[in-house]
């Protein structure tokens, strides 16, 4: 070898003492590397223990009724204190403490419509989950009848101008409501000719209609269904 190669394996060989002596070696008590991830799993994990619960999630137990609160002013602009409508809403309030009467009131009236409407265009899966298998039968038995005669009813509302409870009972867990509804609308029924055999298109009609509703207040279902129809002058 020539003196050259010999000073380039002499420089190679100091440069590899000096890289050994600054990097070290491995002696096992070295510092763990830093985890990035590692909050991340522990957030996961103590999120983990929240385990949700099939259903509808409840964000908050409901709040029992304010015993503070005068029986006078409990039920103001819904049923008179003392009288059978506001001692029925206080026991059905006994049993729900989440039921609130305006809540039920503006479902109602949402409800009212979507059956009326249902029963005219011969919806069934529509009626099926707003009403009692009684009265699903009832109604059903109307349509069956306009279809053997090949009849269609058209109905619209023009207005829902009153919805109010007229009475409120709780009995064995399950509780009732009964609500007047006063609405106008125009209703005509027609063969498949075309020709009008009920109703009048160009007549707005002012019905009322008292329907009670029922829920078991111990079931995490919260709907009211239709269990009985009515009408008043």
């Not at 763990?32 to 522990?42: H, L, Q």
């Not at 029925?88 to 403490?97: E, N, P, V």
């Not at 005219?120 to 059903?140: C, I, P, Q, T, W």
Request: no cysteine; proline share 5%; aromatic share 8%.
């Amino acid at each position: 070898m020539d003196i050259y190669t010999i000073i380039f394996l002499a420089l190679a060989v100091f440069i590899f003492l000096r890289l050994r002596s600054v990097l070290g070696q491995r002696t096992g008590s070295e510092r763990p590397p830093y985890d990035r991830a590692a909050p991340n799993v522990v957030q996961r994990t103590q999120d983990n223990n929240v385990v949700p619960m099939p259903g509808t999630v409840i964000d908050q137990t409901p709040l029992a009724p304010n015993a503070d609160i005068a029986s006078a002013d409990r039920w103001k602009g819904i049923a008179e204190p003392g009288t059978p409508l506001a001692a029925g809403l206080d026991a059905i309030t006994a049993q729900d403490s989440s039921f609130d009467p305006r809540h039920f009131l503006s479902g109602a009236r949402s409800a009212y419509e979507m059956i009326v409407l249902a029963f005219a265009n011969g919806d069934r899966r529509a009626l099926k989950d707003l009403l009692s298998s009684e009265v699903y039968e009832s109604f059903e038995a109307v349509i069956k009848d306009r279809e053997k005669h090949e009849q269609k009813t058209e109905t619209r509302f023009v207005s829902i101008d009153k919805a109010e409870l007229v009475s409120a009972e709780a009995r064995d867990r399950a509780a009732q409501l009964t609500v007047r509804f006063v609405s106008q609308m125009i209703s005509v029924t027609r063969d498949k000719t075309g020709a009008i055999v009920d109703g009048n298109p160009d007549k707005v009609a002012d019905i009322t209609d008292v329907w009670t509703f029922a829920r078991d207040t111990s079931s995490r279902d919260p709907n009211w269904k239709l269990v009985g129809t009515g009408s008043a002058g």
